[in-house]
């Protein structure tokens, strides 16, 4: 982190709450989350990143992105089994 700061509106029942931080962690309905990071990454953008588990697990987690309208994206994450090598 460079130290740099985002600033996050929070909006709970229309009410607006700002937060300066350096990240912001986001846990989806399912459990899966990912964290908006400042300060890593192309200057002027924030970086989506989601921690990597132990290499041994036998699974992975990945982003899913798909498009939903000319203003909207919808971002979700896939856990995936790991393919297992014969040998």
């Known amino acids: 982190m460079t130290g740099e700061k985002l600033t996050f509106t929070a909006i709970l029942d229309g009410v607006a709450t700002q937060i300066a931080a350096d990240a912001l962690e986001i846990r989806l309905p399912d ?3 990912f964290r908006i990071l400042s300060g890593a990454g192309r200057k002027g953008a924030a970086v989506l990143h989601m921690p ?28 995936v089994l790991k393919r297992q090598m014969d040998g």
């Open 31 to 33: 459990g899966l989350g």
């Open 52 to 79: 990597a588990d132990d290499p041994q697990a036998p699974r992975f987690d990945v982003f899913c992105v798909e498009p939903g309208g000319a203003n909207t994206l919808f971002v979700s994450i896939d856990r």
